[in-house]
């Protein structure tokens, strides 16, 4: 254990409990838990279950937040720990990465002369996802003790506990249970009645407590157990959890139950053991060292943690909302961070999660569907926001500082989503050539995202052109723009694959392109519109230069040099600038151009990948976590690498340093993929060209010494080793590849040297 | 409005808030609010409806701690206003005693440069007992503020709170309801299904919210309003509140909805000023008025604000529990606290009251002939510890610092409590001839007791005399004693009284007593036993010398000289001393023989109390609150006036400086009440003689300028004024009384002027 596999605070402010809550967060996929602080009061407690979301009288459908089984007093001779009312003599909170478990160390003077430490400890279990434990070894150090745990579920928590503007319980306690060792709390969620049962017991090993008391609170449920201990004895309390719900079983009751019986039975340091050696597993296939910046490596690996907490392949019916399962900021919602930002690093490390990820497509296209019918078109129209059942769930309404209501769009224009995903399928199915996942389900999608846009788009008889009009490109400052060129280029390319697709099913496998035709009544008309409308969109290229417009009439937009930027290096607004006519500005939220091009830059010349680079990153203001990482890969790209680094650093610390002053809300998922994005794809140089072939281009920044990564591509994992001499790199089948231009055939397992191009 | 009339705060420091929940207490005798502070989340919140006591899973039946309908939350611009959290610049809380309202000022800078001025007022209507109010001022000092008020009823209170091994919710939420304009949560006790319903209500009065939100949180009920105020703007929220029980309505809800409505109609401001009508009344008539010492004006108002809030003479089924309603210490139980040391205030300045909590021990006497059918005795054992329907409720274990199990034998055999209820019936019917109550009610309760006596009393053939064995006297440091003076001679007395009473209504009004005598099956048998007894119990007093042995055996007890006194100046445990073995010595806890002596002067001489007095005073530890203050009124009674202010200035701050430690868990109830006795029996040296005449010897601490005070006496209210020259007296009936001594009839109205007997 060390600094490199640490991420940890040394100092207790109690402010700092609400964002760290999304900092100590645990997950394992299936449930997600914040990092509650059990001693203290302030805290934004947040336990979640994927998949399980409610509106009740809320705005929009919202991920739960569920009954809260962490809460936990500890009082000694009759006083509380609490680490506001007692003197804190000294205190640790460590997320140890490398095996999953948050941890807890802390020396305080409950009153005077009478010192306790405590040391705790923390997992969900990534083994049985419906487990999760504590341990909890208290010493009073000054005398002896009695000592009493209370142990509760708290069943009063809500949304939104801070806002209380939206503050919604979306939950009813339908019963609380004695287990006659352990506790259990049943609840039901209002709208759809959905059971999700918690269970907890607390359990000495060597010694018993003197006394086990149960209290039925109504909205709480609570154990109790007192012990004396000798000054200077360490008492160890462990505290078993267990969690269903009706999504996965018809009797959450009594599965909560015995998975808490065979829990204890099999014993906590044995769960925790697989628990471990499980992430340490995946660390192997994914982790990214870094030598030469500890802090640049632990925080790397602070982001491809919690991204990775939140993955959970045996559940096809949900994916990754835009803050993890780590909070509930957008209300758990998914959108296209998912497959833009998040997918990738799942493509190449667990391709196995990624598919899972895009089956929750599949799984949401009936709700896809529903969006495109009721917005007057055929096909399937993907929801900017998404839950449980793809249904659009942007909000309509949100409000500016002085509460006046502002409507948001997004859920209504920002249409380029159900191409994003179109595109993830094809990326996905290129690195993993996973044909029964194309053919039966990705190609659904595909046929019917290019049905909805045979509607949306309009074919404009002056120009003999079709145009897409009213949207918002991934640059949410402009709204309500017509020809926006990353969402007409990804049509077209939408329509382009698709049409290639039909023809691969046609030759590969008739009998499923037959069933899907005949199940989408899909007739050559329809091909032939994708055709006509893929030939001829309007795609806003203009002659006599390399820099392409955002969307029809930006160029004309009033420019504005970002020139200050603010103590962490963000642009600062331009002086003189109104806020609320950032419309009419070419000032940009986060890249649009830049986006497609670093998703296809194979379509583009290296000469308009510099060029509209260099346009557009003096223009963006990096109000989305998404956008430095962004330009920092395609700053490697087009050489500029002299922000490449400090872009970075800004991305893997979004959440460790609370950049965006949010990070109480949830993880910056997407941020964190970008994370791995700029490690691999930029410093990494990663890629596949067009002949679908991997290539690596490395740059080292010159502070680093080395960096080392790997990647599976087509059902082999190609290891990457590199420092400022060389690149070493493995595959585990052989292979062709791509260093520096240079093609090599990789043997399977024999390390290739290749010398660093200066 | 000034310090004469005001107890407050001027510090903010949140580990006070426990305790400020008792100080700063409200209460109109129909139920209690703790002072909540609505502003931090350190806090002990109480309600309380007399007489809705629960048992559930305790120890002992319990006054039920019901939801907590106080909750506010006020958010400026998303931030919550929290003192624990915001810079607090400016904080004062004041209880202004005179029109009993508790206020609230001060100013926060919620964030930097966000300064935000909080004045508020609450009030606990003693006009309609169902109503309380508060009234929030808001003002943003330095920017417009978008200002959020979230009130909230609180179904998730407990009883013990900060007692994980005592924890007790003792009623269940059965529903909440929108009403549309308020909000309302009924619930129903775990036992007795008492139900209780409580509503809310947001007012705005010039401008109204933006918007009111509902909220259904299960244990929770809200009711949020939202509005934008300019800077500097104040806005102004009031909170209507009512509640109502099934002890006293057939429906509740209802009736708690409609006292709502009405009070909204009737308004705020009305209510308030009626309210504070009734409690300047309440003073005109109870107030001391002290000159020369502001902190003993104050503090003794508020021992009497506190005492009188917690009588209502409207209920008869109800009395006042040790610690008031003001909080759970001795779980909300009636002790002889109150007759004792309460009901003299009450008997002289409100005999309806008195009356009251007398009919409370009437409608108790089917638990008190239960607790001695319980024992094996007939006739009526009035409980050491009484809650709703006068069974035995004290605890049979308690535990010690270790957590051992500690028998409390308190309820077995403290059972000079009996007697104590006759003679304080006596009291009454002296001080206001009611022979309605003392004919149909009194006499019933006391022929019982005299009949329990009658079992617990036992023949000594060898003395030829009575005697009772194995007793708890006042003084509970020796348990398991036999021949208690103190319960000895109350016995003896109680005996002879109740046969003096007899022979009153045979006089007087045969039929009640022809009636009673029918009822309880009385004879002429045992009326022969109880002078049989009363005759014959045995009498501890030894020849040669005037001080009276506690019990027989105690001058045999090893002797300790009390010689040290903590910085509070009470005494200090004599170094050797073994703790465990309290009961081989002589040291007491309070007085015993010496109270006696303060209730029935008349039956000693001068010499007597004198040499008791000195003898005791040094051997008491005052570890009870109600023992200071009786030495000082019998030192003042023997001319040893040293102590004497000194004494009473600690018995006045016993909660204000939390003298006994133990401030949060409710009013020292008794010993307000014994400030109360210290001025009018002490200073005033206000008493009856044996012929029924007042008498007053003034007495006034040398610091002070004068006193003034006056008592109900014989239905005529008897002013007192007193300087260090003269005492000025008036009646306003004709009316004998004695000052100094001296005889002096007082014509009705006319002032007379004695002069000060130095």
Redesign the interface.
């Known amino acids: 254990m060390n600094d490199l596999w640490e991420f940890s605070v040394k100092d207790y402010i ?2 700092d409990n609400y964002k760290n809550g999304t900092l100590f967060n645990l997950a394992n996929g299936y449930s997600g838990m914040r990092g509650y602080n059990e001693f203290s ?2 805290n934004n407690p947040g336990n979640y279950i994927a998949g399980i979301f409610d509106r009740s ?1 809320a705005q929009v459908t919202e991920l739960v937040n569920l009954p809260n089984p962490l809460l936990m ?1 500890i ?1 000694i ?2 006083q ?1 720990i609490d680490l ?2 007692n003197n804190v003599i000294d205190y640790q909170r460590i997320l140890d990465m490398k095996n999953g478990i948050l941890r807890n160390e802390f020396i305080v003077e409950v009153q005077k002369g009478m010192r306790v430490k405590v040391e705790s400890e923390r997992f969900v279990s990534r083994k049985n996802v419906h487990r999760w434990g504590s341990r909890y070894s208290v010493t009073s150090l000054d005398s ?1 003790a ?1 000592l ?1 745990f ?1 142990s509760s579920i708290d ?2 928590t ?1 949304n939104s506990q ?4 939206e ?3 979306h939950y ?2 339908s019963s609380v249970h004695d287990l006659k060792q352990a506790i259990m709390m049943v609840v039901k969620t209002n709208d759809k009645k959905i059971e999700v049962a918690q269970a907890s017991c607390l359990v000495m090993k060597e010694r018993k407590f ?1 006394k086990l ?1 149960f ?6 449920v ?1 154990q ?1 157990g ?1 012990i ?1 201990a000798a000054k200077g004895e360490t008492v160890v309390v462990y505290k078993f959890g267990s969690s269903y719900s009706s999504r996965e079983s018809s009797n959450a009751g009594m599965d909560c139950k015995r998975e808490l019986e065979a829990f204890i039975v099999e014993g906590y340091e044995n769960e925790l053991q697989k628990h471990s050696e499980l992430w340490q597993g995946f660390w192997d296939g994914s982790d990214i060292k870094i030598q030469g910046n500890t802090q640049a490596q632990a925080a790397l690996r602070f982001n491809i943690f919690h991204l990775s907490s939140c993955a959970y392949d045996k559940d096809q019916t949900v994916s990754i909302g835009a803050k993890g399962l780590h909070g509930e900021g957008y209300k758990g919602h998914v959108f296209w961070d998912t497959e833009t930002f998040m997918l990738p690093f799942f493509i190449y490390t667990q391709p196995e999660v990624a598919r899972a990820l895009l089956m929750y497509r599949y799984n949401t296209l009936d709700g896809a569907r529903r969006n495109a019918f009721m917005n007057g078109f055929s096909g399937a129209q993907y929801a900017w926001e998404s839950a449980d059942d793809g249904l659009e769930t942007t909000p309509k309404w949100g409000y500016d ?3 006046k209501p502002v409507r948001i769009w997004t859920g209504d224009i920002e249409v380029h989503i159900s191409s994003d995903i179109v595109f993830s399928i094809f990326e996905y199915y290129r690195a993993t050539e996973d044909k029964d996942f194309m053919f039966k389900y990705g190609s659904e999608i595909i046929f019917e995202v290019c049905r909805f846009w045979t509607g949306r788009t309009v074919y404009n008889k002056d120009k003999d052109l079709w145009e897409i009009k009213s949207v918002i490109g991934p640059d949410e400052f402009h709204e309500h723009v017509d020809n926006n060129f990353y969402t007409n280029y990804l049509v077209k390319w939408t329509f382009s694959k698709a049409l290639e697709l039909r023809q691969k099913m046609k030759d590969e496998c008739p009998w499923e392109l037959n069933r899907i035709e005949n199940y989408l009544c899909l007739t050559e008309k329809d091909y032939a519109a994708w055709k006509r409308i893929s030939d001829k969109i309007l795609i806003n290229k203009q002659q006599g230069t390399d820099i392409i417009e955002q969307f029809e009439g930006y160029f004309d937009l009033k420019d504005y040099e970002i020139t200050s930027a603010d103590e962490n290096g963000m642009p600062q607004w331009p002086t003189g600038l109104d806020l609320s006519e950032l419309n009419a500005t070419k000032l940009i939220k986060q890249p649009d151009v830049i986006m497609l091009m670093l998703m296809m830059p194979q379509e583009f010349s290296e000469k308009e990948l510099k060029a509209n680079y260099e346009y557009y990153e003096k223009r963006t203001m990096h109000k989305s976590s998404l956008s430095p990482s962004m330009y920092s890969i395609m700053g490697m790209k087009v050489g500029d690498t002299h922000n490449a680094f400090s872009y970075f650093m800004k991305c893997i610390n979004t959440d460790i340093k609370d950049n965006q002053g949010n990070s109480l809300m949830g993880l910056h998922a997407a941020s964190s993929a970008g994370a791995w994005q700029t490690a691999v794809y930029g410093f990494g140089g990663f890629g596949i060209d067009s002949q679908g072939m991997a290539c690596f281009s490395p740059w080292l920044a010159p502070d680093l010494q080395s960096i080392e990564f790997s990647v599976v591509y087509k059902n082999s994992r190609i290891k990457v080793f590199y420092d400022h001499k060389k690149v070493v790199i493995t595959s585990e089948r052989d292979m062709q590849v791509k260093v520096y231009s240079e093609v090599i055939l990789l043997k399977s397992g024999i390390e290739c040297e290749v010398k660093v191009n200066k």
């Not at 801070?162 to 503007?165: A, T, Y």
């Open positions: 109690k402010e009061l302030y009288t007093n009082y001779n009759g509380k506001d009312l002896q009695f009493v209370e069943g009063g809500v801070n806002n209380p503007k503050v919604t319980k009813k306690v003197s008391k209290n039925d609170l109504q909205c709480m609570q109790a007192d004396v500082y002085n509460n």
